[in-house]
């Protein structure tokens, strides 16, 4: 085995097949889209080639650079919701506490639970006639806070990023408690000998070591804050007037409703160099030295 591990023919035979599926399901579409993106066609009548023509009408269009700001917003919304609060929940079921599966489970569930179904649900409860949270306040004695949520353009996106923290947190919880239980218990034994507190654990031995996950799960949520589609689509279609419109969702106006897929391409171009660009600044952030236990 060794013999074979050091033979850079022999690791290229076994990583060519891999490699050869991931290039014709990745990296091939990605180059097709680029060349699209350079493009003005609707893939049936005979195409033009535009060059940049695209992307410069992309800045120029401020439903795209609408959609971009909202983009930005929801990148920082999730991390803001994600990473703090995973972090939170996550230091505190690591503990060895009564319950700590069973509320390591339910938090995770909402993950698993199809996009679609989670929209569809969540619409129900920011109803403006019969929705949980308007009766919740009219219970409350509170009726003037009443909105109509997903059709209040200053509300809406931030509905909806309150609902990717709830079906989300759960899944980097998961992602953070299983870094922490890589962490040898000896490092915990020393400090509570030296008699530090759950804190001074958490700041000089937990977040130190988790670091590395943390950047895996900062690269996670913003490429996932970048693509979401099947919320904002069931939830607000990108409405009221374009005030929850992704660059995901008008993608897909662009290349499906108005068949320019030229013009759907570069949108697509975009978001391939802002979820690479994400995962450099995240390399920066959260870069580490290398830790051996």
Known sequence: MHNVMGNKKSIAV???????IYAVFALVPIAY??????????????????GFKNYINLFRDKTFTGALKNNILMVIGSLIAHLPLALFFGN????????SHFFQTVFFLPSVICGVAVGLTWTFVYNSQFGLVNKFFE???????QKTWLADKDLALFCII?????QFVGYHMVIQIAAMKN?????????????????????SITFPLIKPILKVDAVLIITGSLKYYDLVAVMTGGGPNHATELMSTYMFYQGFRTLKY???AAIGVILLVLCMCS???SNLVFRTETIEF
């Open 92 to 99: 505190i079921l690591f503990q060895k506490i009564k319950g």
């Open 139 to 145: 219970i409350i004695g509170m009726g003037g806070l």
């Open 183 to 203: 962490i040898p218990s000896s490092y915990y034994e020393a400090a509570e000998i030296d008699g530090a507190s759950k804190w001074v654990q958490f700041k």
């Open 162 to 166: 309150v609902v990717v923290m709830w």
């Open 262 to 264: 030229g013009y759907s």
């Open 279 to 281: 995962v450099g600044l």
């Open 14 to 20: 076994f990583v060519l097949p891999a490699f050869i």
């Open 33 to 50: 889209n680029v060349y699209v993106s350079f493009l003005q066609t609707d893939l049936m009548s005979p195409s033009k080639f535009v």
